[in-house]
């Protein structure tokens, strides 16, 4: 399933991992890939760099790049390091192949993929995946952003199955969390960038 956001910084990531390991907990086996390429959140702990980006221009087993997590039947794949084009990447007949061999391993698939607004990536993204869930932050998303976002997704094919309100204030307190600043391609679309990031959420429990 594809979690994704009108823009950085809605919780998107947050949720994706509170979805997967939750799931993980109850005992299914679950794997999380992070496939926001051009900003990519969870922390790798291979030597080599390599994770989804390498995988999507190789005919290797997915099971090769797998990562174990701090929580029990929980799996990472890392989007890892690389120099092209997202857009390109995410588009190739590999993206379904190994969403299709992840579905044959683990109970559930959680792919946690960028924002929809100025990318091409998320549609791309939500035309694989069997649903999708939308992020949207309380009282700071406008809702003609969120509608352009059902709008790509629909016409890509995404199968929408519902809405994750975050940042929800409760008792005068605010659930925050501390997100990626998000920079594009010269096109502002499907621009080339190089991945080398530095991620933001260890769930590997490696130390780099």
């Known amino acids: 399933d594809l979690v994704t956001s009108t823009r950085p910084g809605e919780g ?24 926001d390429l ?26 090769a790049y797998i990562e174990g997590t701090q929580v029990e039947n929980l799996a990472l794949l890392p989007v890892g ?4 084009s997202a857009a390109e990447l995410l588009s ?9 061999e992840a579905r044959g391993t683990y109970d559930m698939v ?3 993929g960028p ?4 990318l091409t990536d998320a549609p791309l993204l939500g035309a694989t995946a069997e649903a999708t869930a939308l992020i949207i932050e309380s009282r700071q998303s406008r809702t003609s952003n969120v509608s352009e976002m ?3 997704l629909a016409e890509a094919g995404s199968n929408i199955i519902g809405v994750i309100l975050t940042k929800v204030t409760a008792n005068g307190a605010g659930y ?6 998000y920079s594009y391609g010269a096109d502002g679309v499907g621009g080339k960038v190089s991945s080398d990031p530095s991620r933001s959420l260890d769930v590997t429990g490696e130390q780099d």
């Open 92 to 100: 190739s007949n590999r993206l379904p192949a190994i969403i299709v």
């Open 115 to 118: 924002p929809v607004l100025g």
């Open 110 to 112: 959680v792919i946690d």
């Open 12 to 35: 998107k990531s947050t949720s994706a991992y509170a979805i997967a390991s939750s799931m993980a907990r109850l005992g299914g086996k679950v794997l999380l890939i992070d496939a």
């Open 176 to 181: 925050g969390y501390s997100y990626y600043s």
């Open 38 to 63: 051009r900003k990519p959140t969870f922390v790798s702990s291979r030597s080599d760099g390599y994770g989804l980006a390498h995988l999507l221009g190789t005919e290797e087993p997915l099971s």
């Open 150 to 152: 059902i709008r790509r």
């Open 81 to 84: 390091r690389f120099v092209g």
